[in-house]
């Protein structure tokens, strides 16, 4: 997978998305008047782990610990049927539940949209958010729904030509979000 | 993962080690409010039993209801096959009404073989117990609960049974259980040990891959988990044994022989028990055993086996070339296209 980014080029590097998970959590906490009520989902693999930084970060600028969990949304993807079964993720929702707080759902790129349908989806089955908000690292456009971020920490305007794959310590062993240009005419994108 | 599930010995490890992985993720659909899944919406499942069955029909219903399938129940009582209608006309109706799966519990061994290999149907077919040879969910409900129990809940994820010692007791020679958990637990590198009167032992029982032993009490200490067999009445046309009685003293689990069992052990059982016989009150009402437990699990099981199925894209047989799928290769699907 990592050959083909081999000419990528790194569009934001680790400090950039410490800074920006930082803007992105004081803005939570000024939307959100003080995000008493916030819970924060991750969408596996990588929003898992910007979801726990973002709820450190929450942290410090509130004193107070967010509650912080993870939602597969495999299991209510519309492209099932178009791939071999795929492995689960963890869906781990914090003790209190979701009922009546905001929730604030936290992936790694915006794309088509479609992600964040079927975990709008999931959450129905979950629970009843007072309301629910997106917060993404990279937004890079080609929607096909009509679905939009709250809280963006690029924007990135790409063709569809072009990935965007992020990288995380947690799971990459170092920060950055690369741009290259996709090498099989027909990838599979989320 | 292939196209069918006829046989606990078709699985790989890390077939097997998935289906366990996934079914841990699926348990945690039974803790939610509401407990279902859009996964298999449009798929038609049928349950086709030949034999009766009360705790597999119903966890297969449950798990096929949890991820939104269409369900159709048939059972032999009161259809077509009291009337003399045979296994190939059944499925080929059932091929006419284009169900996605079939659920096969039937008396005859191979029964589920024969539907998946002979061109009559193009769905995927699950052995839910055929005859005396295989039950393959059962056996990974059983893996299932001992990993949970014995690696633990979180920590065994992507792990296998590597050094656990099994100890299967009882009635082998009529037991789908026994065959079926022998070859998965193999594969899942278990060390396994059947104790059973050589009598209710099989024909060719010594090369299984597992030991031999006739003596109950030697066996428990070197046991982290202890498996006790129904003795199937049912099936039994000759004296395997002088009386319940002494079947009952010498290979039944009672509260003294449990003692003997190393702390952690535990005690499972496939059900449905029959208390006095191969295992006490004492025993099947203890927190050691899992059998209720083993239930739960069955479901969630049998959701992980229908998705890892039926929840992708039906792949082409051609490029996966395994025993069962051959003959279907003259049938592609062709509607996922």
């Known amino acids: 997978m990592d050959t083909q980014h081999s000419d990528a080029r790194a569009v934001l590097e680790g400090p950039d998305i410490a800074r920006v998970l930082t803007r992105i959590a004081h803005e939570i906490v000024e939307r959100a008047k003080g995000a008493d009520d916030v819970v924060l989902l991750g969408i596996p693999t990588r929003g898992v782990f910007l979801a726990r930084r973002l709820a450190v970060k929450l942290e410090q600028v509130t004193g107070r610990a967010v509650p912080v969990g993870s939602l597969d949304i495999t299991m209510y993807r519309d492209d099932l049927r178009l791939q071999p079964p795929r492995a689960l993720a963890r869906t781990e929702i914090p003790g209190d539940g979701i009922d009546g707080r905001l929730v604030v759902l936290v992936d790694d790129v915006l794309f088509s949209g479609r992600t964040i349908r079927a975990a709008l989806d999931a959450l129905n089955d979950i629970g009843r958010p007072r309301a629910v908000q997106l917060a993404v690292l990279v937004d890079r456009g080609h929607r096909e729904l009509p679905i939009r971020a709250d809280y963006v920490g690029k924007n990135l305007p790409t063709s569809l030509r072009e990935t965007v794959k992020v990288h995380l310590a947690e799971e990459d062993g170092r920060d950055t979000v690369l741009l290259g240009v996709k090498q099989t005419p027909q990838g599979a994108q989320r | ?337």
Not at chain 2, 87 to 100: F, H, P, S
Not at chain 2, 175 to 194: C, F, I, K, P, Q
Not at chain 2, 201 to 225: F, R
């Open chain 2, 1 to 337: 993962m292939q196209r069918h599930l006829i046989s606990a010995a078709d699985l790989t490890r890390d077939d097997a080690v998935l289906i366990l992985d996934t079914a841990e993720e699926m348990a945690r659909v039974a803790d939610r409010p509401i407990k279902k899944l859009p996964t298999l919406r449009g798929r038609t499942v049928v349950n086709l039993f030949f034999e009766d069955s009360t705790r597999t029909r119903i966890s297969f219903e449950a798990a096929e209801k949890r991820l939104s399938a269409d369900v159709i129940n048939f059972s032999a009582k009161g259809s077509s096959v009291s009337k003399g209608e045979s296994l190939k006309d059944t499925a080929q109706t059932l091929e006419a009404m284009g169900v996605d799966a079939v659920v096969i519990r039937h008396g005859a061994s191979g029964a589920p073989y024969r539907l998946a290999t002979s061109g009559w149907i193009d769905a995927a077919v699950v052995n839910a117990g055929d005859g005396t040879h295989q039950h393959p969910t059962q056996a990974l409900l059983d893996a299932f609960t001992m990993r949970r129990r014995l690696v633990g809940r979180d920590t065994g994820l992507g792990r296998d049974l590597a050094g656990k010692r099994i100890t299967l007791v009882g009635d082998v020679l009529h037991s789908r259980v026994a065959r079926s958990n022998v070859d998965l637990l193999h594969t899942l590198g278990a060390e396994v040990t059947l104790v059973a009167p050589p009598t209710l032992l099989p024909v060719g029982a010594h090369s299984w891959p597992c030991e031999i032993a006739y003596d109950l009490d030697s066996a428990l200490p070197k046991s982290d988990a202890v498996m006790m067999l129904r003795v199937q009445r049912e099936r039994m046309n000759a004296a395997f044994f002088p009386t319940e009685r002494e079947y009952a003293r010498r290979y039944g689990l009672d509260g003294d022989r449990m003692a003997k069992m190393p702390e952690h052990a535990i005690v499972m059982h496939p059900g449905p028990m029959v208390r006095g016989m191969e295992i006490t009150a004492e025993v099947a009402d203890s927190p050691r055993c899992t059998a209720v437990e083993q239930v739960a699990n069955g479901v969630s099981i049998r959701m992980a086996v229908l998705y890892l199925l039926l929840g992708g894209a039906v792949f082409d047989p051609k490029t996966a070339p395994d025993a069962t799928t051959a003959p279907a290769a003259a049938h592609p699907r062709t509607e996922e296209k």
